[in-house]
């Protein structure tokens, strides 16, 4: 077995497009694993919760792994981690949009699982419930 790389983490701003392509341009070689841990969420009951919040809420988490998801350059073998909570089994009252948030990234997982498998990488949903490989 080769010996692995150090890990080098790489930071990156998944509200906007522009800034999140960075870290993974084509010129850098590819990453052997990515873990997606970064998310900006509110809580707060439907009705009380402003649509924008919801809107930047959602553009954090789910929209932010989908970023990171289609710029990252993963190696064969390699794997994308995104991290999920319980809310989507479990919901909870007055957090109705990190349930909506958290089953969009569980689909999102099992879907880029499907596209990812041909080229040898994994996906993985990390959290209570979730650790596991699709």
Known sequence: MPALAPARPVSASISSTRPVSRPYSPARRPFDHVVVTA??????????????DAYQ???SKFWGAYRIARSAKIAAGGSLTFVSG????????????????NAALE??????????????GQ???????HDRDV
């Open 39 to 52: 998310a900006k969420t509110k809580v707060a009951a439907i009705r009380e919760l402003p649509l924008t």
């Open 57 to 59: 809420s959602m553009n």
């Open 86 to 101: 319980f809310l989507s089994i479990r919901p909870q009252k007055g957090a109705a949009i990190q349930s909506a948030i």
């Open 107 to 120: 689909g999102l997982t099992r879907g880029l699982a499907l596209e990812l498998a041909p080229v040898g």
């Open 123 to 129: 996906l993985r949903l990390a959290g209570p419930d």
